[in-house]
């Protein structure tokens, strides 16, 4: 048993065997819903854990070790759960969410209609989780959660947050990247920059990732690989996107097994406060994360060679905030990827 006490009086009292998470974020707050189960899986060891969630963020979640399955959040009615008073739901969803016995949501408010609805859905207790903690909270999000289900929970960097791809599937994505970078990913050094993410404001500049990129170059033998999203591929200018490529290989739009085995394989991962940057850190990868408005101390990723840099008072971020020479130190001298 974990050493910390169960502060959760229902699940307590009636400990669950069938768990479901309900994670309707993005990449990034779906990855940090791992270590959340893997202290829940060991408070109950018979525990069963299902994810409700976006099947484009959590295809691989059966990789981590407290997830038994994934189900698509996506073509799940839960808006009718909503509704006040409440709509019928349909026999096979209403069937779906007897299976289990408990659940834990960050999905809807605790005092709503929707949480009375689901609450009536579910046959055991409920939790409801607010994603974001308070702006003075001194801890990282994930302690924040788990402060919900444990009186003294553990620090983050003890829960298992890591996702370990199978042979199949870099087997896989290797047949599928390889034509388009003309070189295997499983036998070749390489970085993976991403320069995007949700808002502009968390974003360091394109040409910033481009002077990086070249001065690596310049100075070692890696290749540089940019990682773009649907985001990046729209809000980039085709000029940034040529700047580019002058420096690395450009790959638009992989889905999220391509990219995850594209950054497991690599030597070191730049990126923001984004999903990708929490990607490479749950698979292991070193990984730097910039950041600008958000709070690294809520928001870092969380992996074994994980590191932030900031910029100063939170500022967004641009060229000046963060000089390319303060990322490539740290690229060089922290994850020591020249070694």
């Known amino acids: 048993m974990p050493k910390f006490t169960l502060l959760s009086r229902p699940l307590a009292e009636y400990p669950p065997e069938r768990l ?186 394109a040409p910033c990732f481009a002077q990086l990129a070249d001065r690596i170059s310049k100075n070692s033998n890696y290749r540089i690989v940019y990682l773009l999203g649907p985001a990046e591929t729209e809000r980039f200018s085709p000029e940034t996107i040529n700047l580019l490529r002058t420096t690395g290989q450009v790959l638009p739009d992989l889905d999220i097994p391509q990219a995850s085995a594209l950054i497991s394989h690599a030597r070191a991962f730049l990126g923001h406060d984004s999903g990708p940057a929490h990607l490479a850190a749950a698979l292991s990868i070193p990984t730097l994360a910039i950041f600008g408005p958000s709070n690294p101390t809520h928001w870092q990723p969380l992996g074994p060679t994980t590191r932030t840099i900031c910029s100063p008072d939170q500022s967004p971020l641009s060229a000046e905030s963060i000089p390319v020479d303060s990322a490539y130190n740290v690229l060089q001298n922290t994850l020591k990827f020249y070694a």
């Open 20 to 205: 479901l998470l309900i994670q309707p974020g993005a990449l990034g707050d779906s990855l940090l819903t791992l270590p959340v189960a893997d202290q829940l899986s060991k408070a109950f060891p018979h525990l069963s854990i299902e994810i409700l969630g976006h099947l484009d963020y959590i295809s691989l979640f059966t990789r981590h070790l407290a997830i038994t399955a994934t189900a698509d959040i996506d073509t799940a009615p839960l808006h009718l759960l909503f509704a006040d008073p409440p709509a019928e739901l349909p026999p096979a969803f209403a069937d779906y969410l007897t299976r289990f016995d408990s659940a834990v949501t960050w999905l809807g408010q605790s005092d709503s209609p929707f949480s009375r609805n689901f609450s009536a859905a579910i046959p055991g207790p409920v939790i409801f989780i607010d994603r974001a903690p308070p702006p003075d909270y001194p801890h990282h999000v994930v302690h924040y959660w788990l402060s919900q289900f444990f009186e003294n929970p553990p620090p983050p960097d003890q829960c298992d947050s890591q996702l370990r791809l199978s042979n199949a599937d870099i087997s896989a994505a290797v047949q599928q990247l390889t034509p388009r970078l003309g070189w295997p990913i499983d036998r070749t050094e390489y970085l993976v920059f991403h320069p995007g993410a949700g808002s502009p404001q968390k974003t360091w500049p």
